[in-house]
Structure formats: C-alpha cells, structure tokens
C-alpha cells in the first residue's frame, strides 16, 4: 500500500510468525515484486509454502536477481519493483506493519504506455482469499 508519495513510502502488513516477518526486522529492508496474472500459480506456491521449509526460487523456476540499492533479490518474472529500506514498524492485532522508504524502483519498460503502466498488456494480479484475478482498463 502506498502512503506517501514524498518522500515515497510504501506499507505492508507481515504476520510475526511468518519467515519474511524475522527476515525484514533482521535486514531491515524488502522487495515488492509485481507479478503478472501468468504467475498466478507460482505467486500461490509461494504465498502457501514457507522459505524455512522450502527453497521457493528452485521449486518454482523463478529468478532471483541482484538489486541495485539492497541486499534482498528481485524476481526477474515480474514486471516490477520496488527495492525498500525498513523506516519504521508497528504491530497491530496479529500482524506487524512495516514502513518502507522506496529506494529504487523497476519496471519492464516494453509494458509502459505514454510513461505509464499498461495495465491490459501488464496484467497486474490481485488476489483475495486465493482467488486470483486480473485488472482491465475500464472501456
């Protein structure tokens, strides 16, 4: 979720039990990889299988790459990224809220369309209780 836009802040929301929860309080950092709706059933995989059991990169052929301003990959699948520095925490219910400043940002510039994101060529994925869909530009 974005929350600012200077400086650029994005949030997200980790249960503490989760693998990634002890990951981005460790290095104080994260990646949001933006797939496309063609990766629906390896965004599942991942979404469904922990990193402490599992090495998520072999078993679903997806690529980890270097990025260019922290330590975390880049999952070259995806269209885009965001490359975020940890700037503040806090937990709320069951899970942890983290607040990161982005410090680099990507994106598959063939899916780009006058400057923006072509939303019907990029086909950004949203899911919502293992649902998965696509959005369209609306006609």
Known sequence: MTISSKPPLVCIGVAPQRYSHDLISEQREFTVNVPSIDLKDKMH???TNSGRDVDKFKETGLTPISASKIRSPLIEECY???ECKVVGSHTY?????????????SVDEGLLKN????????KPIAQ????????RRKK
Do not use: M, P, Q, S
């Not at 400057?115 to 990029?122: E, H, K, T, V």
């Not at 919502?128 to 959005?135: I, V």
């Open 80 to 82: 885009g990224h965001l």
């Open 45 to 47: 995989f991942c979404g």
């Open 93 to 105: 219910g069951d899970h942890t809220l983290f607040v990161g400043e982005v410090v680099a940002a």
């Open 115 to 122: 400057g923006r994101l072509d939303i019907d060529r990029a």
């Open 128 to 135: 919502k209780n293992w649902d998965y869909r696509t959005l």
